[in-house]
């Protein structure tokens, strides 16, 4: 079965402070796994994307890692600010067919929360 | 980046009455635009895929004369809520695929229904 899986489900940090976030996904064929974010009221923001062959890529304060072997990937946010208070989506867009058909498969999101 | 534009951003009708929902791309070509709900500290569920000049293909448990979806062309969808109950409350956001091999897919602001 498809599906992606976040962890944790919620998480509450310090300003300034680091954090992971982590994806497991069992989603086959593999096309590639975005990280987006969302603000409370807001549609997603693409942050990062990672196809098959990338191991990590980074978006300024955002790291992403995947592990295509073990299917995994980690958002890595670095010097966390209070402005990264929101849901972070992970999602894997599955292949369909050869003809380019996708569907993406989206994980239950972890919230976080920055305090002062 | 590309831009997509959901329009309302808030709508509270009545019981009874109906609502659209507009999703325009405003700076590409969008042959695919999804449609998605979601509930409050959830992800986003997929209601249903468009393509440009064809039905909509909706998810099991999807009602296809409950939430009508038109896409006419290829920089604007429609979800119509017909007959909305409070049940039909929810957050709902669109996403629109660029046109051509990417599967990259931008997202709406989301549009929050309240039905009373």
């Known amino acids: 079965k498809n599906q992606v899986e976040q962890s944790p489900q919620s998480l509450i940090i310090l300003e300034g402070k680091n954090c992971t976030l982590q994806c497991n996904y069992t989603v086959s064929p593999f096309s590639n796994l975005r990280w987006y974010k969302q603000d409370t009221g807001r549609g997603p923001v693409s942050l990062t994307i990672?196809?098959?062959?990338?191991n990590t890529k980074s978006n300024g304060r955002y790291t992403a890692t995947l592990d295509a072997d073990t299917k995994q990937s980690s958002l890595h946010i670095t010097a966390s600010q209070l402005s990264d208070s929101a849901s972070y989506i992970c999602?894997?867009?599955?292949?369909?067919?050869?003809?380019?058909?996708?569907?993406?498969?989206f994980g239950t999101g972890t919230r976080l929360k920055v305090l002062a | 980046g590309a831009v997509v534009s959901q329009h309302p951003s808030r709508v509270i009708c009545k019981s009874g009455t109906s609502v659209k929902i507009e999703c325009r791309s405003l700076d590409f070509q969008a042959t695919t635009m999804f449609w998605y709900r979601q509930f409050p500290k959830k992800s986003l569920m997929l209601m249903a895929t468009?393509?440009?000049?064809?039905?909509?293909?909706?998810e099991q448990g999807v009602e296809k004369d409950k939430f009508l979806i038109n896409h006419a062309s290829l920089t604007l969808s429609t979800l119509t809520v017909t007959s909305a109950h409070p049940e039909d409350s929810s957050f709902y956001i669109c996403s629109a695929r660029v046109r051509g091999a990417s599967t990259e897919a931008f997202f709406g602001q989301g549009t929050r229904l309240t039905v009373v």
């Open positions: 999602v894997v867009t599955l292949l369909l067919s050869t003809s380019g058909t996708y569907k993406y498969i």
């Open positions: 468009s393509n440009e000049g064809s039905k909509a293909t909706y």
């Open positions: 990672m196809t098959f062959s990338e």
